[in-house]
């Protein structure tokens, strides 16, 4: 925001003593996301896009400190106790959303959900930490925003059903956390395929209009929602037949109101990627598109497996794939090739370090096995390396004959292996598909597909 260069910055450097502590910078962040609320209810009224939280803030800072120097000190001060308190939660949300990790879309339903939860679901008498919420008011919210869209509310229950055991209330930051994966996993159910509307116009148009935070849209704010933000009128062709709710509408009918259209190819801008053709950017995304769908039930079946583990190394895991999926689906959404194959790539190295983890836990091991796994790895790597220009360290195959001993019997697959084990099969369509071969030399990266679902 300063528009200086990286050394006349440093100057703005504090020392530990004059950053923020957690409950300043947590009460800072608490009024920046106010301030944010407020700007989108004005840009809403005058039919503006809503700005990303880095303008927020600075506008914010600057409304309340005025000169430029003193505006951006306090900036400074902000950055650096947000990345100091990064381990905190709510901080670390904060400065994703800050440096555009998380999109304005998904920090609108956020703030929404918020105001909901303070609005219009009542406090509990008994007494509740203040970074705690009782899982009453909890199950209450989620039933409010999932409760009509069961693919994703069903998972939700499951994780608020884990906390249960442990008492009648859980921290409010794994609150918001469930909320938004729940969100993410809507977006990724609900814009499979080329539809006139994307599930974040969908919602957005949902959240401009209930003004109140009460969760739900009357009869006459629908109609509203869906003249002004989605340019439908009620007698149009396509909600001719669909009469509006007598009663109150939930987000999950209002999303079924116009998911159901008939799929439409929206318009998109071309994306520009420096550096990359418009051909091999549409290359790049076809293949990570065909190697994703070469294991995407598989991948399901997985994450179905660790969403219902008590083992915490378990649901980390589920936490992070589920992040990187979300991120692909939306790069693919867009055309993005780099991160497209990052996320990919991403997604295959967690479930790598997955499998290596419970190996290492359950202790077993077999020669056969490891080299499979060393051979395909050490291909990658080999590949890459062998890429870069003046690189001077050269990877050299194994011998064939590795491993002489015979293997030892297998045991007996339990349910969810023999379900992945289905699912690999599916993996044989990138290299055989009647197209051709895939482009880019996919091959390799399959290989280890084929031993993380085996």
């Not at 407020?38 to 600075?58: F, I, Y």
């Not at 109150?248 to 799929?263: I, P, V, Y």
Request: aromatic letters at 6%.
């Amino acid at each position: 925001q300063t528009g200086r260069g990286p050394k006349r910055l440093m100057r703005y450097a504090l020392e530990e003593k004059q950053l923020l502590g957690y409950p300043t910078l947590s009460a800072v962040v608490r009024e920046v996301y106010q301030f944010k609320l407020e700007a989108d209810r004005k840009a809403d009224a005058s039919g503006q896009p809503r700005k990303a939280l880095s303008d927020c803030t600075w506008d914010f800072l600057t409304n309340r400190h005025g000169l430029s120097t003193v505006v951006q000190r306090r900036a400074w001060q902000l950055v650096q106790s947000a990345h100091r308190h990064i381990e905190a939660p709510d901080i670390a949300y904060f400065v994703d959303v800050l440096d555009g990790a998380r999109s304005i879309d998904e920090l609108s339903f956020f703030l929404y959900s918020r105001e909901v939860l303070r609005r219009s679901v009542p406090s509990d008498s008994s007494a509740v930490p203040a970074d705690c919420t009782s899982l009453s008011r909890s199950r209450e919210l989620i039933d409010l925003l999932f409760a009509d869209l069961p693919r994703a509310y069903g998972p939700a229950c499951e994780d608020l059903a884990r906390w249960a055991k442990k008492g009648d209330q859980m921290p409010t930051g794994e609150l918001w956390r469930l909320v938004m994966e729940t969100w993410r996993l809507c977006s990724l159910m609900l814009n499979a395929g080329k539809k006139r509307f994307s599930f974040e116009q969908i919602v957005l148009a949902f959240i401009q209009h209930d003004v109140f935070f009460h969760g739900t849209l009357r009869p006459r704010e629908v109609v509203e929602a869906q003249e002004k933000r989605l340019g439908l009128s009620q007698d149009s062709h396509e909600l001719r037949q669909v009469p509006v709710l007598p009663q109150a509408t939930s987000l999950g009918k209002f999303l079924e109101r116009f998911m159901r259209m008939n799929e439409v190819a929206p318009v998109l801008t071309e994306l520009k990627v420096v550096g990359v053709s418009p051909d091999t950017a549409a290359q790049v995304c076809q293949v990570c598109t065909n190697c994703y769908s070469a294991f995407d039930a598989a991948l399901a079946a997985y994450m179905q497996g660790l969403l219902h583990s008590d083992a915490p190394e378990d649901l980390a895991a589920h936490s992070s794939l589920a992040e990187h999926l979300f991120s692909f689906q939306a790069a693919t959404q867009r055309g993005d090739p780099v991160e497209s194959l990052f996320s990919l790539r991403s997604l295959l190295v967690i479930l790598t370090a997955h499998q290596a983890d419970c190996a290492r836990q359950t202790g077993a091991v077999d020669a056969r096995q490891a080299d499979a796994d060393l051979r395909a790895q050490l291909r990658v790597v080999r590949s890459h390396w062998e890429k870069k220009q003046g690189l001077a360290v050269t990877l050299e195959a194994p011998p064939e004959a590795a491993v002489t001993e015979p293997a030892p019997e297998p045991p007996k697959p339990a349910k969810k292996q023999v379900r992945l084990a289905q699912g690999a099969i599916g993996s044989r369509r990138l290299v055989e598909s009647p197209e051709g071969p895939a482009t880019l030399d996919t091959r390799v990266e399959m290989a280890q597909v084929d031993i993380l679902l085996s």
